[in-house]
């Protein structure tokens, strides 16, 4: 094979490649979820995945409920940045951004996270300051019964069809941090 003909090969393949349907771990093509990005909490590692329904739905109490409202609500696709190794307010914090067919759906979605959020983590739903109302805000303070246990914060709000989620704690993990991580998020949407 002549030089040309490996270079004219090389390009078609190339080529091919580029303009193949990008897969995203078998979800639906569609809008890209909204995700905070990794500059917004720079001393912490990120590593960002697709997350599905059947994913989101293992995370509850009862699963098969969770994946009925995600059904019903038209999800269709997201994704998640992790930060982890903070040495700030935060250890760990995941942002969530999930993609529905409709602003109905993603509503749907934040009534039944207000209902539902202390299942993920025992918790009590506050309304800090500085937060707008549209923002469903929960925090969990450790009792004293495990050493492990930390402040944790879980947030879910819909921006048109999208819901932006937080969920982040660590020993020092505090509401005026926490309030000013949402801020970040919603500001980068």
């Not at 771990?25 to 059947?54: F, K």
């Not at 929960?138 to 048109?160: I, K």
């Amino acid at each position: 094979m002549t030089r040309l003909a490996r270079t004219v090969a090389v390009v078609v393949i190339l080529s091919a490649c580029a303009s193949a349907p990008a897969t995203d771990g078998g979800l639906a093509a569609g809008p890209t979820p909204p995700l905070l990005p990794a500059s917004a909490l720079p001393r912490m590692t990120s590593d960002t995945t697709s997350v599905d329904a059947d994913h989101l739905a293992n995370e509850v109490t009862h699963p098969d409920d969770l994946r009925s409202v995600l059904d019903d609500a038209g999800f269709v696709r997201a994704a998640q940045r992790s930060f982890g190794g903070g040495r700030g307010a935060f250890s760990r914090v995941v942002a969530r951004g999930l993609v529905f067919e409709t602003d109905e759906g993603a509503a749907a979605f934040v009534s039944w996270f207000g209902d539902h959020a202390p299942e993920i983590v025992t918790s009590e739903r506050i309304v800090p300051a500085g937060v707008p109302d549209d923002v469903v805000v929960f925090r969990h303070e450790p009792d004293g019964c495990c050493h492990n246990d930390v402040p944790v914060f879980l947030a879910a709000w819909q921006r048109d069809a999208s819901v932006l989620s937080l969920h982040a704690g660590g020993r020092r993990a505090n509401v005026r941090a926490f309030v000013g991580l949402i801020s970040s998020y919603d500001r980068e949407v």
